[in-house]
């Protein structure tokens, strides 16, 4: 079943501009990771925050993670028009590699 | 890093007929695969867990001899939907965990079936 629930559902900015997009989930988690998928491809994985982190970065992206709460925010700086896909996030649990639970998912449009 | 591919792309069939979808890992060995199936602006799905030289481990509601999962090497594995009937119709991806122990999952292109 899905656990994370992304929102907003859906995004659309100007190149430039940041993308927040936040993800809630409802169990114990190990990790969670955000992946982006482009209209009719796969999925490609983007960032893995372990439950005892806070904070990652990876260039434009920025990672926030609050255990308590039960969520977490995807930050995309400076947007580009590449940047345009779907962005999911995925919550992995406590049992050595796991199989991921994907949230709906925010579909991010980034004009020239 | 690790590259993942499926075959085919895309597929049309007829109601009844039976498709069969390859995932491949590349350049690393693959214990375990994933299936997930994806309907048009929805998320994942998980359906099964692909066990090299064992039997997958389907999802609770996933049919499993409608969707018929061989993984017989380290490098491949294989999902069959028998019998596809329109609801079938949807995109298939595939994945696999990066390295052993590894939580990070490297994805296949994903395969477009369409059941007429």
């Known amino acids: 079943s899905q656990q994370g629930e992304e929102d907003p559902q859906a995004l659309s900015i100007q190149e430039g501009e940041n993308a927040t997009m936040n993800c809630s989930y409802k169990t114990s988690i190990n990790n969670l990771q955000w992946y982006r998928q482009n209209s009719g491809r796969g999925l490609v994985h983007l960032i893995l925050?372990?439950?005892?982190?806070r904070e990652k970065h990876s260039g434009r992206l920025r990672v926030t993670l609050d255990t308590s709460k039960k969520s977490s925010s995807l930050l995309i700086t400076a947007s580009r028009a590449a940047d345009t896909a779907s962005y999911f996030c995925?919550?992995?649990?406590?049992?050595?590699?796991?199989?991921?639970?994907f949230g709906k998912g925010t579909m991010l449009l980034v004009s020239p | 890093g690790a590259v993942v591919s499926q075959h085919p792309s895309w597929v049309i069939c007829k109601s009844g007929t039976s498709v069969k979808i390859e995932c491949r890992s590349l350049?690393?060995?693959?214990?375990?695969m994933f299936w997930y199936r994806q309907f048009p602006k929805q998320s994942l799905m998980l359906m099964a867990t692909s066990n090299e030289g064992s039997k997958a481990t389907y999802e609770q509601g996933v049919e499993k001899d409608k969707f018929l999962i061989n993984h017989a090497s380290l490098t491949l594995s294989t999902l069959t939907v028998t019998s596809a009937h329109p609801e079938d119709s949807s995109f298939y991806i595939c994945?696999?965990?990066?390295?052993?122990?590894?939580?990070?999952?490297?994805f296949g292109p994903g395969t477009r079936l369409t059941v007429t």
């Open positions: 994945s696999a965990p990066g390295a052993l122990g590894a939580y990070e999952q490297y």
């Open positions: 350049d690393f060995q693959a214990t375990t």
């Open positions: 995925a919550t992995a649990g406590d049992s050595g590699y796991s199989t991921l639970t």
């Open positions: 925050i372990r439950s005892n982190e």
